[in-house]
């Protein structure tokens, strides 16, 4: 049997995880969740804190505990926001949905992110186009166990990347950079030669310990550079 205090943390965590609770968004006040647990402020403060360490919520002091923010800042290596960049060069951005299923992972999915061979997850291949010309193709894997409600989403208004940072904060990051050459059916999806020298770049996040997102996503060498901006540590 779960004691309160873990029961209280799941329940919370559960509502994070699942998008219930966006980011921003107000917990309970102590006082409210120790009505509705029927317990001591001292559990609620021990769940809050945990929760604070994990990176799951954010602390303030008079104004209560709010659902965490992603933070680009929290990675050395920042990510591609190819809308933003867009916006900012004022330049068209689209993106397709080549491919979206249900599928069981393979054995080297499983050992990149941990999980069992076999699992269904939920995966999609995803073109970013600028101004007409491909700018990335992106390989996603989705651990719907995490993040539940993405089975049904359609990925309309907003790619899955940002779809998924928009609903679940994440605590834990990797970054792995490799240069490849493009095959043939990599070259025809970015419009490029074959044997085209290209960026790849996999990232995988996790949320308190839990896997949520791998992506995988191939840049024509000519057309991404990755910045990394970091200090140094005393």
Known sequence: MKHLHQRIRDDIEARIMSGEWAPGYRIPFEHELMAEYGCSRMTVNKVLSTLAANGLITRRRRAGSVV?????????????DFALEAARAGIEYRFKILHRAVEPIDAAAAQR???????????VSTLHVMDDVPQAFEQRLINLATVPEAKDEPFDDDPPGTWLLRRVPW???EHIVRAVSADGVMAKR???????????LERRTWQAGAFVTEARITYPGDRHQLVGRFSPVA
């Open 68 to 80: 965490a923010e992603p933070s680009s800042q929290q990675a050395v290596l920042q990510i591609q």
């Open 113 to 123: 992110t941990g999980q069992p061979a076999g699992m269904k997850m939920l995966c």
């Open 171 to 173: 605590t834990d990051a």
């Open 190 to 200: 970015l419009q490029i030669q074959t044997g085209t020298a290209c960026l790849v």
